[in-house]
């Protein structure tokens, strides 16, 4: 039997993609509550279709979920409903750190040890998206 070869891929980061309601609304959360950066965007100002986010090494984008002029009064509950099963994990290796920063500007509960062992702060963004920070507790997983 012959092995099989697999090309590896050079992968250099990640980058996922969250639909949202409103722009602005999300960049004051990623931005000024999160600290992330707009590196890259679809026009000027906050009222944009489309951003690319970066903290650290960490990339994400936003897009708006609907086109300004076809965009409803509010968001559709099911729509925000359907987010709750994804969920974007960060590393972070000072969660403690991030809990003490985070409540000072957003509800956020205390970090919980998991069951495999990290420490993890959770909280859900404006559009239901939930956000994990964690980092094991034991440093010889090697993470990072």
């Not at 750190?97 to 859900?124: C, D, H, Q, R």
Request: aromatic share 12%; charged share 20%.
């Amino acid at each position: 039997m012959s092995e099989t070869s697999y090309f590896k891929l050079a992968l250099m980061g990640m980058a996922p993609l969250l639909q949202v309601y409103d722009m602005p609304t999300s960049l004051k959360f990623y931005r000024n509550v999160l600290g992330f950066s707009v590196v890259d965007s679809s026009g000027e100002g906050d009222n944009v279709d489309w951003v690319l986010l970066r903290l650290n090494e960490v990339q994400i984008m936003l897009n708006t979920a609907y086109e300004m002029e076809s965009r409803p009064p509010s968001p559709d509950p099911k729509r925000i409903e359907s987010h709750g099963d994804t969920t974007i994990y960060f590393g972070c290796q000072d969660v403690n750190g991030a809990y003490e920063n985070l409540k000072l500007k957003v509800e956020v509960n205390e970090p919980e040890i998991t069951s495999y062992g990290w420490e993890a702060l959770n909280l859900i963004d404006p559009d239901g998206y939930q956000l994990c920070f964690q980092w094991p507790l034991d440093d010889s997983v090697g993470v990072g």
